[in-house]
């Protein structure tokens, strides 16, 4: 039986239990508040004014210790489905208003007006990647650091998620892993507990950045390249860690020696593997775990082929030749397949080949499990999976064969909700590239059909940069202020998997 | 018990009887042979060379006849699903390389290559309209008169093999019609017989189509458009009823006074209805049947929704204002998505909102059970009630509910052929536009991505002109043979709505 609680009715009319909710997200908050601490030192240490990040800080703190207060003595024994959905939704809603708040205090040049520092806190901690700033290098010591900051924490999202929430939960927190780290696929426990699971998954993701930023870094020890500092090595490793794509670097990862691109694509294409199958790889040794999978043959597949198609771009048109070419296309293939969003050359110059490749990898994702966004790999390999069934059905009526995914059959249900997340997200990406040009007539700005698909689909994949004027030496700066909202929305809705937002719209959500 | 057939075997190891499909696919075949006396006529009158349509048309009666010998004394008791796949999926292939011969043996200048003579008889047959022809003014009367019939008889296609093949089925002719007429919705049989149904459908296009041929003329005949002579009269009512988009005019439908544009919108606007509820409404008199469709209400809203959208970027842009702007918009939208594919003014030239709109109803098609292609109006309506269905699944677990249409529970079965000819439309669109631009960069011609995108839309769509170079004042000619030829397998896909082929893909089909 539950207790009661004192000052939220519980289980009020509504079908949610708010008070269980608003707890959770307090939660998460005043962990977020503690993040701020970095960005304030650095501050400290550059003679920047500390004060925008320790109030943003204090903010976010005193912001989650007002929700837990008004949830006081709350026990949580069970969470429903619903309110996971509802927390989910609004972590990632509410997160990037706390992060944008420095920008706008501290009136960074670039960022001061609040819908431009919210899709900078937005980009950061969705792990985008896109940004409204023309001019990066310009920005101020401490906004660089939590820029990079946002991405790694953003990245985090789910475990830091996991830690604080889901141990709390008895009933939805499987589910709720579910649909936010292994997406469609089971869930494997690596621990006894959840807890423990979590853990591990964090340890991963922080050792694995350890090791990227060290080899980085030793790498411009060395003088194998000049320009990665240890602060370059740390923010560009957090950044492919989370595949989120932001550097400090006006110039991307082009600022680098090509020993570093190389390393940067190793990093991105490990991160874009699930992380469960990961853990099982490098820490329990079990190579199988990552050998025997279809996603990861698939993704496999995805990378070499695309890959290919940009090296034959490349090749043909003269743009580059010989080592160079392929490390073009590798790179940027793992990043915009992975949705990552660095670049090591200025792609939008390239030709009709490499266009099309690149929008049809914003589409593709990284695997179920990692950090990156859109659709993701496991989920192409189901509808490949449930089309060739539904077809070979078409040919024999009445015969009913399941789907299988690395020889375990994949319930009805399960294919059913990949069915209907990929058919949210192309309705989504569409609405909002043809509200991106509607609102490019509205406020007069010139917006090809072109580039407002590329930036639809970028910023809904958490893929970052698009093409023309947003595409990776450029900046989203150029759309006014209600896109740049639009945009914000498609990179909320990209991180939550549109499904947890989604049904806040339908009215059986809120009946109980 | 079935008869033993003396030249073929009965039910060979194969899964499919090609006896079967073979005897129906010829007798399509013989009377497609018939339909050459038309331009042959024309020529004869025209002074040029009569043999060209003679030759073919006595080619596709040869053929047709010798696919009726090699299955003489045939009974045809039953007829399979597979069969009848097959028996679409050749019918569709096998008319336009019929319908090209006389393009190539006529040596007509622009069409003399078979590559673009199929493509422009494929374009004819599956009412598509888009033309490799830069300068169709230019072409013989003979060639005119063949490439407007091709529209009008590819409209009729599925009537004229409701009348030569399903009354000969007994099983899966109700299927067959069903695939291929009314899409996705329940069949309602009009008539006592599956060939009385048949009849009566055929009646109401013919009526239709003479009834808007008349008006056009007498708009003509009394002077309120001078262009407007009795065979552009027939010439563009025909390409509307079939909602193919072949204009004898390089200019389309501009050529004419804004009367006879709002005459052929309205055409189009009625051809783009379920034929099976303009029988109910014209012949039985029962307009409940329309006002009362979920399907005719969404249709109403896209057009609408497309018209203001155009009418915005019109107005907004100075292009166009008052009744001009209004009748533009109107028209475009209305042609766009009913697939049709006339033009009133070059669209290439209107801004981003005008070209993301034109794009995005290229996706949308005109209703199930009419001329037009694309995805379809009531396939869209299914999408959104699945999508409203499985969002609150996700928020009740367990609660299961059926979708309706129309207050009638739709099947499961329904449901999932829907989401997979609707997964399968939008990979083959991709792999096609993908496919231009890797040959695009093969043969060294110059292909934004966009363009490809549009090209692709546009030709499984079966709408015609698309945008760049393919705009509704350009032609295909730019696109290497084998572009065109990617393009000529997109318009075939797409009419037979992909199904009937892809199943020739899996094993399953061929095993009995
Ligand atoms: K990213
Ligand atoms: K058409």
């Known amino acids: 039986m539950r207790q009661r ?19 959770l997200v307090g939660g998460v908050l005043r962990w977020i508040g503690v993040a701020f601490v970095v960005p304030a030192l650095v501050a400290l240490f550059d003679g920047a004014s500390v004060w925008p990040w320790l109030a943003a800080g204090a903010a976010a703190t005193g912001g989650g210790m007002l929700l837990d207060l008004l949830t006081h003595e709350r026990r949580i024994d069970r969470i429903g489905t619903r309110d996971g959905l509802l927390v989910i939704a609004l972590v990632w809603l509410l997160v990037p208003m706390f992060g944008a708040l420095p920008y706008v205090l ?13 899709f900078e806190a937005m980009s950061g901690f969705t792990a985008t990647g896109g940004t409204v700033v023309p001019d990066v290098d310009q920005l101020s010591a401490a906004t660089q650091v939590w820029r990079q900051l946002s991405h790694w924490l953003g990245g ?53 950045t350890l090791v990227a930023t060290l080899v980085l870094a030793f790498v411009g020890w060395v003088g194998l390249d000049d320009a990665m500092t240890p602060w370059q090595a740390f923010a560009h490793a957090s950044s492919a860690m989370s595949l989120g794509g932001f550097s400090p670097q006006g110039a991307s990862v082009a600022a680098f020696a090509p020993i570093s691109q190389w390393i940067l694509c190793l990093v991105m294409v490990v991160a874009g593997l699930n992380f469960l199958r990961l853990f099982r790889v490098l820490v329990q040794r079990r190579p199988r775990a990552l050998t025997r999978d279809d996603e990861v043959r698939l993704y496999g597949f995805f990378l070499a082929s695309a890959t290919t198609l940009l090296l034959v771009e490349l090749l043909s048109s ?127 700005v010139e917006l090809g059909a072109f580039d407002a698909i590329g930036s639809a689909a970028a910023c809904i994949g958490n893929v970052g940069p698009a093409f023309g004027s947003a595409g990776p030496n450029g900046s989203y700066a150029d759309y006014s202020n209600l896109s740049t909202a639009i945009l914000t929305g498609l990179m909320w809705l990209g991180r939550v998997e549109i499904i947890p937002v ?9 009946r109980p």
């Open 5 to 23: 609680v004192r000052r939220m009715p519980r289980r009020p009319s509504l079908g949610v239990d708010l008070g269980a909710v608003f707890d």
């Open 156 to 208: 985090m999202g789910i475990i830091v998620l996991a830690i604080a929430v889901l141990p709390r939960l008895r009933v939805g927190g499987r589910r709720l892993l579910q649909s936010e780290l292994a997406g469609p696929t089971e869930i494997e426990r690596l621990g006894a507990t959840i807890r423990e699971t979590a853990r591990r998954l964090w340890s991963l993701y922080v050792g694995l």
């Open 318 to 444: 003269g743009i580059a030749s010989g080592e160079s070419a392929l490390r073009m296309a590798a790179f940027q293939a793992t990043s915009i397949m992975t949705t990552t969003g660095f670049a090591t050359a200025d792609y939008t110059t390239w030709g009709g080949l490499a266009t099309m490749t690149l929008l049809l990898l914003m589409f593709v994702g990284a695997s179920a499990g990692s950090t990156g966004g859109s659709i993701k790999i496991v989920r192409h390999l189901m509808l490949f999976r449930i089309m060739r069934r539904d077809l070979a059905q078409s040919a024999h009526r009445g015969v009913q064969r399941p789907v299988r995914v690395n020889g375990v059959v994949v319930d009805e249900q399960a294919l059913r909700s990949t069915v209907l997340f990929v058919l949210l997200y192309l309705f989504v990406f569409a609405l909002g590239a043809l509200g991106l040009v509607i609102d490019g007539e509205r406020a007069g």
């Open 106 to 118: 501290a009136q960074e040049p670039q960022l001061k007006a609040p819908v431009d520092a919210y």
């Open 502 to 510: 989604a049904v806040l719209l339908t009215r059986s959500f809120w």
